[in-house]
Nanobody, 127 residues
Framework: QVQLVESGGGSVQAGGSLRLSCAAS???????MGWFRQAPGQEREGVAH???????RYVDPKKGRFTISRDSAKNILYLQMNSLRPEDTAMYYC??????????????????????WGQGTQVTVSS
């Protein structure tokens, strides 16, 4: 059974940092993964994405403040978020999908590219 469990969210002041984690289990092979976020009243949007061998793609202007990484041995996805701003406040979701080699190397950015989603972790940034 495929499962994604996020953790690491919380409340911070502007300028602070958080690191989100996503523990993945049940995937039979290579996966590409990503972080999305959704603020109240807004659509879910991509934040950062990573291929099965570590290639990354960021949705500007987050590039430079956010860093996505993965520990494939432990099946954990991370999102390091620095210099947080109030507009980063949202529910953050981990997503993953099985991929075939070598296409899984390319980070996928669309919501429709992902079949598996976590329950989300809340990030609140105060000014």
């Amino acid at each position: 059974q495929v499962q994604l469990v996020e953790s690491g969210g919380g409340s911070v002041q502007a300028g602070g940092s958080l690191r989100l984690s996503c523990a993945a289990s049940g995937f039979p092979g290579d996966t590409y993964m990503g972080w999305f976020r959704q603020a109240p009243g807004q659509e879910r949007e991509g934040v950062a994405h990573i291929g099965c061998r570590g290639s990354t793609r960021y949705v500007d202007p987050k590039k430079g403040r956010f860093t996505i990484s993965r520990d494939s041995a432990k099946n954990i996805l991370y999102l390091q978020m620095n210099s947080l701003r109030p507009e980063d406040t949202a529910m953050y979701y981990c997503a993953a999908n099985d991929g075939t080699w070598p296409s899984c190397m390319t980070p996928q950015t669309r919501r429709d590219d992902y079949k598996s989603w976590g329950q989300g972790t809340q990030v609140t940034v105060s000014s």
